[in-house]
């Protein structure tokens, strides 16, 4: 449009311009998704975080009772779906609960079923977006991380804020895609794909994973039926494909995630995937079958005069029905399979369940059986501690961050049992009525005790390199061969402890008494080398300060491994 003495005159865009435009429509695209991804990834990451931190024994215990079996786990997957008006957003905050260990394998396979009904259920009556939600939890996030006093609050305000993040996240990813769901290369898509059931499948789960709720994912593949003369089989294939666009994005909320969430994710996804690659040539059934339902009269989604909208939206419900009942039947040997309790990885990382894979509060009627198990529980506590030991042994030469991280999720696995191995012994005393069970209890739990404490003693030293690390402080050469001699003493403590509760006895040629000799002449010497280098100047203060720290955090997980030792020994 130009100003010719007052006149407009208008000018046809030129072709070059109308590429240009498109392009940029493009650009815009991606820019978007890839915002909306690194804000999801952000938001994940400071809600898993916030759930560790915030995420108490009292918290635990409520969600062990609103996921106590199958038939409450699936409902609470409902209810978040329906909270939140998407599946996606209620995979990843399941995802989350896995990763921050509220949630063991077993509970979050039966969530994510009741979450693929919850996403479904939204299409037939109506709730309020997650949109509307999420710039009011980043400022309610804000305000408490960063202005409330009590930590507990702070530490609330960063789960908040995450799961504002999260939903901002999910929010600018699907507004990225809004408009262009009549983009001209639609018309290259209904050539290259919807005539191929399964690449049809396929586009179907990438419009889910880009538009977060199923209302607006199976609203725009009935508009593209419509307006791209795609028939309703090859629509209903892409509503069935967008069951992999949810499991997809849960898959993307384990990026950075211990090893068990990986393992939940991945099972997700590979049965959404089956599920959905079953029902391509059952797509014709599938739509007649929606036809006939007795009950669909009843639904919102066919009192909007749209009958595609309404069959689409009932091969959404029954896919996601088949995939829930597969999920929650089987997710009891699922768990078993993929390591419900712990998972040892390849690098020597030991990626376990925070919470008791092995005590019932049934089998507290036969003390017997009940005994194995916490001895189970113990052993398993026991290797959880071994490896958050060898991966303080690593860090102290070689600080690698991630490693620091799994430190501490070991600690916090560590808490977790102690609380509940402990209360489960207390239960047990009072009806045991043997009276070996009764001589043999005690000593549990000064065991499990001792163990909590050496988590830590080794979170102390973490800290303590951490520290050291930040404030750029340097360790001289003898006082890093002093810590490492420390190190391998301990190293060795945590060995035979190890042996003698995984096999109840010790080794043959291990003499307690002298190994605490030898020992203690180890850290004799790193302490009066210590002195010597303060007197000479060696040593300035703060490293003197960190070294003293670190050593007695040695000394004193050696003195609870012999504690350990001699209470296992006495009861045997």
Request: hydrophobic residues 45%; proline residues 3%; neutral net charge.
């Amino acid at each position: 449009m130009i100003d010719n003495g007052g006149m407009l005159q208008f000018r046809l865009v030129p072709p070059e311009l109308r590429i240009w435009s498109s392009t940029n429509m493009s650009l815009s695209l991606i820019e978007g998704a890839l915002g909306g991804i690194g804000l999801f990834l952000l938001g994940m990451r400071l809600m898993s975080d916030g759930i560790r931190t915030v995420a108490d024994a009292r918290i635990r215990d409520v969600f062990t009772k609103l996921t106590s079996n199958r038939f409450y786990s699936m409902l609470f997957g409902m209810a978040t779906a329906l909270a939140v008006n998407s599946g996606s957003a209620a995979v990843i905050f399941t995802i989350g609960l896995v990763n921050g260990g509220v949630l063991n394998i077993f509970q979050a396979l039966s969530v994510l079923g009741g979450v693929l009904i919850g996403a479904s259920l939204p299409l037939h009556i109506h709730i309020i977006p997650y949109s509307l939600i999420s710039t009011p939890l980043i400022f309610s996030g804000v305000v408490l991380k960063f202005f409330a006093r009590k930590r507990r609050y702070a530490n609330a305000g960063d789960l908040i804020l995450g799961i504002g993040l999260l939903f901002l996240g999910l929010t600018l990813l699907e507004g990225s895609y809004r408009p262009f769901d009549h983009h001209p290369f639609y018309t290259t898509f209904n050539e290259l794909f919807f005539h191929q059931p399964i690449l049809a499948t396929i586009f179907g789960a990438l419009i889910s994973f880009l538009v977060q709720s199923a209302r607006s994912s199976v609203t725009v593949v009935a508009s593209l039926s419509s307006g791209y003369q795609i028939d309703p089989i090859t629509a209903s294939r892409m509503v069935s494909g967008g069951l992999i666009g949810v499991a997809a994005m849960g898959a993307l909320a384990s990026v950075g995630g211990n090893s068990v969430t990986r393992r939940v994710a991945t099972t997700y996804l590979f049965f959404a995937f089956s599920v959905a690659l079953l029902l391509v040539p059952l797509a014709s059934l599938m739509l007649e079958a929606a036809q006939r339902l007795p009950f669909v009269e009843l639904s919102g989604a066919c009192s909007e005069g749209q009958p595609l909208f309404c069959q689409l939206a009932w091969v959404h419900t029954v896919s996601s029905l088949l995939v829930a009942c597969i999920l929650i039947a089987i997710s009891a040997p699922l768990a078993r399979m993929l390591g419900g309790s712990s998972v040892i990885t390849g690098n020597g990382a030991v990626a376990s369940q925070p919470c008791a894979g092995y005590l019932d509060e049934r089998i507290l009627n036969t003390p017997p059986l009940a005994m194995e198990q916490v001895r189970k529980e113990i052993i398993r506590m026991m290797s959880v501690t071994a490896f958050m030991y060898a991966d303080i042994h690593e860090v102290l030469s070689d600080f690698d961050a991630r490693r620091a991280d799994t430190i501490r999720q070991h600690e916090q696995v560590l808490d977790s049992l102690n609380h509940e191995i402990t209360t489960f012994l207390a239960a047990l005393a009072r009806t045991a009525d043997s009276p070996e069970i009764s001589y043999e209890i005690p000593g549990l739990f000064q065991t499990v005790s001792d163990l909590e404490h050496v988590g830590d003693r080794c979170e102390n030293i973490l800290k303590g390199i951490v520290s050291k690390k930040e404030a750029g402080v340097v360790f001289s050469e003898d006082a890093m061969d002093d810590l490492k001699r420390l190190a391998q003493i301990v190293a060795t403590a945590i060995s035979d402890t190890e042996h003698m509760i995984r096999h109840g006895f010790i080794r043959d040629d291990f003499d307690l008494a002298a190994a605490k000799t030898a020992a203690r002449v180890v850290f004799e010497t790193a302490r009066q080398n210590h002195f010597e280098r303060m007197s000479n100047g060696v040593c300035p203060p703060r490293a003197a300060k960190l070294f003293n720290e670190m050593t007695s955090d040695f000394e004193g997980i050696a003195r609870l491994c012999w504690n350990i030792i001699t209470c296992q020994g006495r009861k045997r």
